[in-house]
């Protein structure tokens, strides 16, 4: 999984894909890999696929944080963005303690412009995984915010 997760960051989603296809393939039941999944099939545009493997996080787990974050990527992408926040809202909700779920709602309000929520969540995300700082310095979706006196705080100084 770890491969598909650095596949992901890095933008190489049909690589990222094959992995996390055989992941899954292997663990049927693993959530994280199912995230990865459906993050990357979202990615790709393949919407119907990433609802599938939400539906599929689901049924494991009624009311997966993984699966609402898989919603709200799929909304995003599609231009839909009342409906990613409250998936990725809900996501966070049902799942607090998942760095992963923490950051990409962090990610989100980046991308929709709004400082207070993304430095709220990315705090949130880097207190759950100091690795993530890491992650944070070079995102893209960040950029923005990096000259930021409380972007500086929470990340430039751990780089």
């Known amino acids: 999984m770890s491969v598909g997760k650095e596949y992901i960051r890095a933008g190489r989603f049909d690589e990222a894909l094959k992995i996390l296809e055989q992941a899954v393939a292997f663990d049927p039941q693993a959530l994280r890999p199912q995230l990865g999944l459906g993050i990357t099939l979202a990615r790709l545009g393949r919407y119907d696929e990433a609802r599938t493997i939400a ?71 880097l207190k759950l995984d100091a690795t993530l700082n890491a992650v944070a310095a070079t995102d893209v979706d960040l950029a923005r915010y990096r000259d930021e006196p409380w972007f500086e705080e929470l990340v430039a100084f751990k780089r």
């Open 55 to 125: 539906a599929a996080m689901f049924k494991i787990q009624p009311n997966a944080a993984g699966g609402h974050n898989v919603l709200g990527a799929c909304y995003e992408a599609e231009g839909n963005p009342p409906a990613a926040r409250r998936a990725y809202e809900q996501a966070v909700f049902v799942g607090p303690d998942v760095a992963i779920i923490q950051y990409n709602c962090c990610c989100f309000w980046a991308r929709q412009g709004d400082a207070e929520r993304c430095r709220r969540y990315l705090e949130a995300a």
